[in-house]
């Protein structure tokens, strides 16, 4: 199976996943009876980089391969140029070693205006490059704001010939970070963040951890189907279900050991209350993938309406537990568990 067929599989594959339980339900915010607010005054916005955001809210990178992935980004950025968001798009590695630009030319930035948009480049990848300066290949034509460097061992030991030897990533992430002209973010890809592997890349020099965590796409099961019939050893099925940290247990320990650090919160977002409850556990912002890749396969106004629920679900838990702006979402809203 070549990359484009296998990037094609991610799709559709991720499209036959259902919503599940998440550790999300666990997470109960305090209801104010007397909430003091005028709702229609409820201010959402945020910084995002050095952006003001129109809530905090990014489209998570998702697919970056087949010519599929063209229509699917730009009906992406556009949603995102109407409603005053930001968006990663998904890995741009084909681009470097094959040359294919597909979904990943400059008409992503002529969509998208002037909101922020991140590149994205596998960080084992990093260890191919003949030069980092090469990344300049994935940030130039989207005029980048970030470079998104991906996590994703637990992916790639399941992928037929997946790349599995990950020395020297550390210190390739680190070159970047001393290289790159523009923030460097690095996200896992639904496995989480632990806490040594988040203080390794914050003393390398990254700029935001984003935590993704279980709940949402599970790349592992994908790649299991996608190797079905292949020269790789058979695996269970079940072994590895639970394997990882969800975003809630993620963002929770990290928050706790790097309060100062700027956490962005991914992995099974579900709607406008997943979003309150990542503010209140220490996240600046929450990314959404799996959430609108249907309505990206359909039209930008499907994505503008899916995005607009979530936000509107959002403003609905500030006026519910009583803040006039999101910013004020901290851990005090949270109710204490029992």
């Known amino acids: 199976m070549n990359d484009v067929d296998r990037k094609n599989g991610h799709i559709d594959l991720a499209l036959q996943q259902q919503d599940s339980s998440s550790d999300f339900d666990q997470v109960r915010l305090r209801h104010r009876a007397l909430p003091e607010v005028n709702f229609q005054d409820i201010d959402l916005s945020v910084q995002f980089l050095s952006y003001k955001l129109s809530a905090p809210l990014f489209v998570s990178s998702m697919t970056g391969g087949p010519l599929r992935a063209e229509r699917i980004n730009r ?3 556009e949603a995102v140029c109407e409603l005053g968001l930001a968006m990663g798009v998904g890995s741009q590695r084909i681009a470097i070693e094959q040359g294919k630009k597909s979904g990943m030319t400059s008409t992503i930035r002529d969509a998208i205006g002037r ?6 480049f596998g960080a084992v990848n990093l260890l191919t490059l003949k030069s980092i300066s090469d990344l300049g290949y994935v940030l130039d034509p989207l005029e980048a704001d970030a470079i998104i460097l991906h996590l ?3 992916q790639e030991i399941f992928q037929c010939r997946g790349d599995t030897n990950w020395k020297g990533v550390l210190d390739a992430i680190d070159a970047v970070c001393s290289w790159a002209p523009v923030p460097v973010v690095v996200k896992e890809v639904g496995f989480g963040l632990d806490r040594e592997s988040a203080k390794r890349l914050l003393d390398a020099g990254v700029s935001v951890l984003d935590v993704a965590g279980q709940g949402g796409t599970r790349f592992d099961e994908i790649e299991q189907e996608l190797a079905a019939g292949t020269e790789r050893p058979e695996i269970s099925n079940t072994a590895f279900k639970n394997w990882g940290y969800s975003t809630v247990e993620s963002l929770r320990a990290l928050h706790s050991d ?8 991914s992995g099974g977002i579900r709607d406008g209350l997943d979003i309150a409850k990542s503010l209140c556990l220490g996240a600046s912002a929450a990314g959404v993938a799996g959430t609108v890749l249907g309505s990206a396969l359909e039209s930008t106004d499907a994505v503008i309406a899916r995005l607009s629920r979530l936000i509107y679900e959002l403003k609905i838990a500030c006026f519910g537990t009583g803040v006039s702006q999101v910013t004020q979402l901290n851990e005090c809203q949270i109710m204490e568990e029992k």
């Not at 909101?115 to 994205?120: D, K, Q, R």
């Not at 790097?258 to 962005?264: A, G, H, I, N």
């Open 75 to 77: 009906h992406l950025a």
């Open 115 to 120: 909101c922020p948009l991140m590149a994205n």
């Open 152 to 154: 994703n061992p637990m």
């Open 258 to 265: 790097f309060p100062d650090s700027t956490l962005w919160a």
